[in-house]
């Protein structure tokens, strides 16, 4: 997206939360706008799990792990976390960490206006908050921005740049039981892909209320 933007005048709009990861997509525009009540920020790196070796012991569960390379189950949920383990992985978290201020500090130059330690703390912020500290130009939606720009007369065209449910190879196209097997099996790929992208969204969206 930064190779875009040195091409064309982009402006980003996000519509709820364009938060972490999304952020990251959001800095890559030359003007960045946000709604009040958006949620933008969450400059940081996080890594979760679950500790599930009790669970087992308690069913009388035995867990057989065996690799090639001491280092190739590092923090398996069924066995008990290792110090050193531990260690590598918040050194990885802050080097994933210094890689995304960067691309920040990066995008968002001397228009950051808030301490780096409160921008790059990992919290989340309203689009208010952010015109504050420097990670929003303004507060603006897509219409409104482009009518100001544009004109009130301005068309905007808008485009789905990936549809719920891709092309399926197949459909309609034979009529033999491999082509039904192939489109059935390509179907249930595009049911599960989007039944993980919406899981994804609702723990993000939990996550800050929403």
Request: glycine content about 12%.
């Amino acid at each position: 997206m930064p190779s875009i933007a040195c091409t064309y005048s982009m402006a980003i709009f996000p519509q709820d939360v364009a938060a972490s990861g999304g952020y990251w997509l959001l800095a890559a525009g030359q003007e960045v706008y946000a709604d009040k009540a958006s949620i933008v920020g969450s400059v940081g790196v996080v890594s979760g799990g679950f500790g599930l070796h009790k669970l087992l012991e308690h069913h009388g569960i035995e867990r057989r792990l065996h690799t090639a390379g001491t280092s190739k189950a590092r923090l398996d949920p069924f066995l008990p976390a290792r110090a050193e383990d531990v260690a590598y992985l918040r050194d990885t978290l802050a080097e994933i960490h210094e890689v995304f201020k960067a691309h920040v500090r990066a995008r968002r130059g001397a228009k950051i206006s808030g301490h780096e330690s409160t921008i790059f703390s990992g919290d989340f912020f309203t689009g208010a908050r952010g015109v504050e500290l420097g990670l929003v130009d303004a507060i603006g939606s897509l219409q409104s921005v482009s009518k100001e720009k544009l004109g009130e007369k301005v068309r905007i065209n808008y485009l789905n740049a990936r549809p719920r449910f891709p092309f399926l190879p197949g459909l309609g196209t034979g009529t033999g039981d491999g082509s039904r097997m192939s489109w059935s099996a390509h179907l249930a790929d595009a049911i599960l892909e989007s039944a993980e992208e919406r899981i994804e969204e609702r723990l993000w969206r939990s996550r800050v209320g929403l």
